[in-house]
């Protein structure tokens, strides 16, 4: 794919303040498919010390958008409009993968897909399962 | 309400280390409806500067889970199954603040709704409409 | 508003053969609101005798759509992208009763809602809360 | 699987008035996976000759429903809880079908999917994505 896109991902994933704060880290892109990791830190977490469901949300939500920008031509932005997760397992472990991927490109919408696992002494859970619509947005 | 709820969910919510993390507080508790506040800090944000999703996702989930915590006997905990987010507008301003409220008790299932507000300058905007199902659990 | 407007919505809930196999009534149209009955005859029911889900679905989704529709200007269709419905009580009675409302309008994408009640013996029961998206299409 | 849930599966749905209404036959049951074909007959389709939603809707619900159901134990029953459907393309050629299998599996709640396919001499399009939640109920 374009190197151009994968820079602009790249450096729209840096001026995401949260994900800095999370931790979040942006490890693949390929046409269609986006992977973002975060360590499962102190302060990732709900009362019973499982991941957040925010931030299970925060990093399935990023990768699902970024897949959708990674099919789309250069010069575009996405918005979220919508999402959904259904929550699987607890998020126990040592970090956090959420892999999106396109599951219908379109010009004006994008429906996409997340799944995000748990990963605990190398095993993964699969935690939650995401499906959404990005809409292209033009860059002036 | 029962005080001891009250206080249940205030001890709760101080355990989440990601409300601490992202500033957000607590601001009030009452039968079926709970509202939680979280001011937009330079680490909340998406690439554009306004609130991230996954930080409007992270307020909306845990003000619909205590208000369904609100309306169960003691004892119990709730876990989020799936919730829904439709994304109304950019999150832009001095806070956001959610307002979880309880659609239908149930002691198998209780199912939630939430609305988002970006305040700036005084004026509230539905940044966001989320739906979702809590799962109760007695505590042993 | 605009009788045009009004009419169009008739004229193409006529058009909708699924409607008429249900034997739905589009009860009322007003801007941004609109309310879709079905009676629960012997063939619109699931395998307990309460109303199925696909009709509860159905006349939630055709009253939300043209709530849109109700605020939009002349010369638009809309289409459903999205639509989430959560289940709150079986569908026993008489008929069910589906009101349709905008939650944000919007030229690209108007967020809507939908509640479906149950009447038995004139007692309204809430049994569904939909949340969607749907598309305005210009007529050529 | 056992030929006892087999054949309560197919019972059920022939009890489903519904299915018959819109003329949907069970086409195949196995273990975590249910297969439900409709016809695009005169009666199920929206203003725009396509099929109409709340058939998809219907025909995907319980193909995820009773891939649900051949999961669990004999003796139990099951319900939708919520559902959202993503709709990928316009419902049209000459019968639609609907794959539904389990992505999560519970004692207390089970997580599906379902997929819809449009069939038009003979090639599939894939007209909608759909994911739900659904809650056992022993028979007593």
């Known amino acids: ?44 977490l709900q009362q019973h010390g499982f991941a957040h469901a925010g931030v299970t949300f925060a990093i399935g939500d990023s990768a699902a958008g970024y897949s959708a920008l990674s099919v789309l031509p250069e010069e575009h932005e996405v918005l979220t409009t ?3 997760i259904n929550l699987l397992a607890p998020g126990n472990g040592d970090l956090l993968i959420a892999r999106g991927r396109v599951v219908k490109p379109g010009r004006r919408l994008v429906i ?29």
């Open 112 to 140: 996409v897909q997340a799944d995000v696992f748990a990963v605990d002494a190398g095993a993964e859970t699969h935690i939650a399962l995401m499906t959404g619509t990005m809409m292209p947005m033009p860059l002036t």
């Open 1 to 44: 794919m374009s190197p151009q896109i994968v820079q602009f991902i790249q450096q729209s994933f840096e001026k995401q303040s949260l994900m800095s704060t999370l931790g979040a880290q942006l490890k693949s892109v390929s046409h269609g498919a986006v992977e973002i990791r975060v360590p499962l830190t102190a302060g990732n």
């Open 82 to 84: 919508e999402m959904k």
